[in-house]
């Protein structure tokens, strides 16, 4: 209850940032100064894979807010985290294109793999695992998240291959899926080529 | 009929006519297109700079004469929209871009900004100079952290060479964006409730009227569009509002992306004029199902389903067709189900979403889409559920309908209603049996 009064002292995350919070603030105009809290917020979960307490506290004070009206916009968005997340935070899409393309036997894997479900981080601080909504990729299903990155088209193989990184930290950026029109480069042309045409009806 | 209207030349309505070229999507996927240099080596902010010598009531007739309508789902007509706005005073005014895209099976607006951000950001200008803002909002979802990267990188090289800031492209329009990510919440496309969230509020909806336009961001006046349609808005600027009304059928112009998704040869996004046919995205672009087939989602998760038949995959997809076959046009996000999926599985997992994404505000929603509906759906699948079950369903969404605060409530109950129409079969061998009709199996691929 007394949480407020037995913050441990740790030294204000913008102290030492003034050109940040210069430059965060100075985005909007000045009667739209509460607009800054969402990249503040972000900036703190970036750095400390969290914002606690005493963060709340501190954006509240630049933003002359209450930290009560702070935590009610946090609690409103599924990526700001009141406990930290884990090194590796992996955000699996749930919805329904990343379903029929296996997203649920993806979670299991990998909850089975690192031994947190979704919502838990593990004690190590290594992995934590999230089930997430619809990314924007449903044209390279199954997606997972790895902290900011999108890795798509997430097959049994590929997401061992993921994991074995990871626990290796050597991790490594994203290939890029792209679809559609940028992988036909001619469907006219394809399409004389013999490819599938509109013969309708179930296959 | 008289010669003259004989004599009009056919509209474009398929991809594979001819006359039609790839506009939109031409430089996605290409390399180092995110660039500046690239952007303009081919072509880029000519339009913006063509709008800057005209007017802005020139620039809102020739988006009227295309006839383009919101991208963002609803379809609302574009030039229409930017009329709306009240007489300059001296208030500022905002341009909001919408790129919150969360509607499940929508996908087009990511490629986009990762790589043709230039794009966009031409869109705003040219709309901006057509409404009277000086400044432009730019909402991006929160995941999309390489598209909000590469927006800032497009954003800041604008700045360097005279294209955002004092004087744009060397005129006297002044105009700057404000680049602002989200943080994980579908109800952010939400007009309002982006402009709350973009406040620092919580991302509420708010009560209509009044309208963006006489109260949006800071309760300013502001015009908000989607990714999408600021995009097509530069190629009306380059080519003409004619042009682009050429293709299309009659209540639904130009050229529009779609995305395809579910079990299907080639996912992803395809370029169509308006009109073309679900076969002809699915088959000839998509490479058809690889799976049999038994629905598809038209337009996004919240839009009615239709059955698998020759007569819905020939529908033209334009908003009059969508409407009139009892169903929506939304983001043109089409998604496949197959046979062998559970159908009351696959609804249950749409109507999670919802319930995951309800605000809270209003009853209808909390108690409905993010409370009830959902236990019923798990009433069902762990195979406790009875046929009077169903009938209350039934009843729940269709109280659901219409008694919301904002639309998200009917996005949800839709879908639902649609399962029941063509699919309750399926339904009721569920709470007959204990069992789904089709089994729940492994869908990951090696
Ligand atoms: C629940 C809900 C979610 C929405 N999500 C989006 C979205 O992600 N992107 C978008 O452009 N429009 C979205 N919209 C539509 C917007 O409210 C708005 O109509 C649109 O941005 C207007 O742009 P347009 O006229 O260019 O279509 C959503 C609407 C609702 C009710
Ligand atoms: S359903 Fe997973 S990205 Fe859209």
Known sequence: ?203 | MSDAVADRPKPIVSRFDPRFEVTLYRHVGVAGSHTLPYYREHGGYEAAKRALTTSPSAVIDEVKTSGLRGRGGAGFPTGIKWSFMPPADERQRFIVCNADESEPGSFKDRYFMEDDPHQVIEGMIIAGFAIGATRGVLYVRGEYYLAYERLREAIAACHAEGILGRGVLGSSFDFDIILHRGAGAYICGEETALMNSFEGLRANPRLKPPFPAQAGVYGLPSTINNVETFASVVHIMAKGGAWYAAMGTDDSKGTKLYQVSGPVARPGVYELPMGATFRELIFDLAGGPTMPAKAFIPGGSSTPMLPWTDETLDLPMDYGSMAKAGTMLGTGGVIVIPEAKCMVDAIYNIVRFYAHESCGKCTPCREGVATWLPKMYQKLLAGLGTREDLVVMEDMVRNMRGTAFCPLADACAMPVQASFKYFRHEYEHLVDHGEPLHARRDWWSA
């Not at chain 1, 749930?94 to 649920?104: E, F, P, V, W």
């Not at chain 1, 994991?163 to 930290?169: G, H, N, Q, V």
């Open chain 1, 1 to 203: 209850m007394s949480a407020q009064l037995e913050l441990p002292t740790v030294a204000p995350f913008f102290a030492d940032k003034p050109d940040l919070l210069v430059e965060i603030l100075g985005r909007y105009p000045d009667y739209g100064r509460r607009s800054a809290l969402m990249p503040l917020l972000w900036e703190v979960q970036r750095a400390e894979r969290h914002v606690g307490e005493a963060r709340i506290a501190e954006i509240a004070d630049i933003l002359g807010l209450r930290a009560t009206e702070v935590k009610g916009v946090m609690s409103f968005y599924s990526t700001y985290h009141e406990h930290p997340v884990g090194a590796y935070h992996l955000q699996i899409c749930a919805t329904l294109s990343c379903s029929l393309a296996g997203a649920d036997e993806l979670y299991d894997y990998l909850s089975e793999e690192t031994g947190v479900v979704n919502g838990e981080t593990d004690r190590e601080g290594r992995f934590s695992i999230q089930k997430v909504e619809c990314l924007g990729s449903c044209g390279s299903a199954p997606v997972l998240q790895i902290n900011d990155d999108y890795y798509e088209r997430v097959t049994r193989s590929r997401c061992a291959a993921l994991l074995e990184a990871m626990r290796a930290d050597r991790l490594e950026a994203p290939w890029r899926e792209r679809s559609g029109d940028t992988d036909v480069a001619d469907p006219v042309a394809a399409r004389a080529d013999g490819s599938p045409s509109g013969t309708g009806g179930a296959p």
